[in-house]
């Protein structure tokens, strides 16, 4: 079992930037594939950014891509996300994910077996 605490959001204006922290739990965690979604109210839940078990291979999504960053610290049991440039429309509850198969690039919810519970963040134009 694992589990998932995120941590970090808030409210910034346009243009500031944010880190969101995700632990994690459990002894398998450096073996994991490790993801955030988001999800802004009244939309689904979709895919940010992934990243392998050893933090070699990252992936994003088109509308993060050059402004978001996910790195990891398996020692830590801790992924994180680095967001800059907020717009607007990075408005959503942000999640993390943990795939325990490792699957790659970690762009499908289904894959995910773990959650967490979600951190808010709010960009005001």
């Known amino acids: 079992q694992v589990q998932l605490v995120e941590s970090g959001g808030g409210l910034v204006q346009a243009g500031a930037s944010l880190r969101l922290s995700c632990a994690a739990s459990g002894r398998s965690f450096s073996s994991y594939t490790m993801g955030w979604f988001r999800q802004a109210p009244g939309k689904e839940r979709e895919f940010a950014a992934a990243?392998?078990?050893?933090?070699?291979?990252?992936y994003y999504a088109d509308s993060v891509k050059g402004r978001f960053t996910i790195s990891r610290d398996n020692a830590k049991n801790t992924v994180y996300l680095q967001m800059n440039s907020l717009k607007a429309e990075d408005t959503a509850a942000y999640y993390c994910?943990?795939?325990?198969?490792?699957?790659?690039?970690?762009?499908?919810?289904?894959?995910?077996?773990?959650w967490g519970q979600g951190t808010q963040v709010t960009v005001s134009s």
């Open positions: 994910a943990a795939d325990s198969l490792g699957s790659w690039p970690g762009t499908e919810k289904y894959k995910y077996d773990y």
């Open positions: 990243i392998s078990w050893s933090g070699i291979r990252t």
